[in-house]
Each structure stands twice: as C-alpha cells, then as structure tokens.
C-alpha cells in the first residue's frame, strides 16, 4: 500500500477531542475550538492508532482512504 489520507467532515465534527486523546500525534483540538489534523498521511506505524481514532469518534466526522499506488 502506497499509504493513506486521513479526513475529517469539519461540518459533523463536534472537536471533543476523542482523536486526539487516542491519536495526538495526528489529531489536535486547538485552544480555538477546533480540530486540526496535523498529518493527513502519517506514518505506516500509527494506523492502528489512527483507525482506533476512526471508529471512536462519536459523529463519525473522520475517515481513512487508501492512496493510489
């Protein structure tokens, strides 16, 4: 695998923080509220990680996508 993307649905996004409790590494909720995804490709070693984020997040505003390789 050519590795992958991580996005978020800012529209659904609630920025209580569940993702980056789990994955901080990835996913930050700034003093202004809102959610930043601070590595859209990370790392082959934090997709546990970062699919745990996934499926934890109440609104179901994040999603994992395969690159093309």
């Known amino acids: 695998m050519a590795g ?6 800012f529209d659904l996004c609630e920025s209580n923080a569940v993702c980056m ?6 996913f ?6 809102y959610l930043y ?3 859209e490709n990370p790392p082959e070693e ?4 970062v699919h745990e ?12 996508t395969p690159l093309p390789d």
Do not use: H, T
């Not at 409790?21 to 990835?26: C, D, L, R, S």
């Not at 934090?46 to 990680?49: G, N, T």
């Not at 996934?54 to 994992?64: D, E, F, G, N, W």
């Open 28 to 33: 930050e909720v700034r003093d202004d509220g």
């Open 53 to 64: 984020a996934v499926a934890a997040c109440p609104k179901r505003a994040l999603s994992v």
């Open 4 to 9: 992958y993307q991580v996005d978020a649905d």
């Open 46 to 49: 934090l997709m546990s990680r």
């Open 21 to 26: 409790g789990i994955a901080p590494e990835v």
């Open 37 to 39: 995804i601070l590595r």
